[in-house]
């Protein structure tokens, strides 16, 4: 019985009621963060100093919204379109680039292919603050310091990125199926196009969706090149709430919920595609 069970695709063994209650457990904590922050945002202050704290949603929630985006040094409105912007322009870069990339190091025999895969992989293994400096001299060179080009040039490409696209690409897609396009006179970035990214469209999907997830969360360099403008990102203005003498809370957790709508209305809509690409990584 337990052998014919383990010879089973995911898919086709039956849930139990202790399955269904271990994930229905899970996702209760996993959610409890999103409801308490959505607990916060719409009470007064009275009720969030309160003890024992109350766990059902209050009234406030438009007033703390209101009071959130009315306020006039925090620039709240326009760092969500930013972030919105920089986050897009990020992963749009970060797969074409990633995937042409990883096309390149599976399927292209060139000197040093290894080598410079080598490389790549080295540059996972460096902190990103070990960079920051001349990085900031960097931008600032190129007069890019307090300007949304500061914060998407540097994640134009990923390394994770690049192996990860050229683990996938090099097991999806056989040689013979490049050879085979070449022989019919394809050249190069029209195989790429026309053959590697209609077969990858799962693993751009997962790509896509951490580095936008990633890039929306992102506070270190945003907060280093585009503090005191009035070009933050959706995290620095989040920063900017929480700062001063006197936090009030239900007012950062108010614009902290704003700031996690997007990311919980991306996971729902292609959360299935995020799943499938990973468990067709894991089978290839």
């Known amino acids: 019985m337990s052998t014919r069970l383990l010879s089973r695709a995911p898919q086709d063994t039956p849930g139990t009621w202790k399955s269904y209650l271990g994930l229905t457990a899970i996702l209760l904590v996993s959610a409890f963060p999103v409801y308490w922050m959505f607990v916060i945002a719409t009470s007064s202050d009275e009720a969030v100093m309160k003890s024992p704290p109350s ?21 709240f409105t326009a760092s969500l379109i930013n972030s919105l912007i920089v986050a897009l322009a990020v992963t749009a870069s970060t797969l074409f680039f990633c995937s042409l990339a990883g096309f390149a190091f599976a399927k292209l025999r060139f000197k040093g ?8 992989i080295l540059t996972l293994t460096v902190p990103n603050q070990l960079g920051v400096v001349a990085l900031y001299i960097l931008m600032g060179k190129l007069g890019w310091n307090g300007t949304l080009l500061a914060v998407i040039a540097p994640g134009l490409v990923s390394a994770f990125g690049v192996f990860y696209m050229r683990q996938f690409i090099g097991h999806a897609i056989p040689d013979e199926l490049v050879e085979a396009a070449r022989i019919d006179g394809a050249l190069t970035l029209r195989i790429y196009w026309t053959v590697v990214v209609p077969a990858i469209r799962p693993a751009l999907a997962v790509l896509g969706l951490l580095t936008f997830v990633a890039t929306w969360n992102d506070f270190q360099w945003p907060l280093i090149t585009l503090n005191g403008t009035d070009f933050p990102t959706s995290m620095v203005a989040l920063s900017d709430l929480a700062s001063g003498n006197y936090v009030i809370y239900r007012r950062v957790l108010a614009g902290a919920f704003v700031a996690t709508v997007p990311l919980v209305i991306l996971l729902l809509v292609g959360g299935r595609q995020l799943v499938r690409g990973i468990m067709e990584g894991a089978l290839k």
């Open 113 to 120: 292919n290894n080598i410079l895969m080598f490389v790549v």
């Open 55 to 75: 766990v059902v949603p209050g009234d406030q929630f438009l007033a703390n919204l209101r009071e959130v985006f009315g306020m006039q040094d925090v620039y």
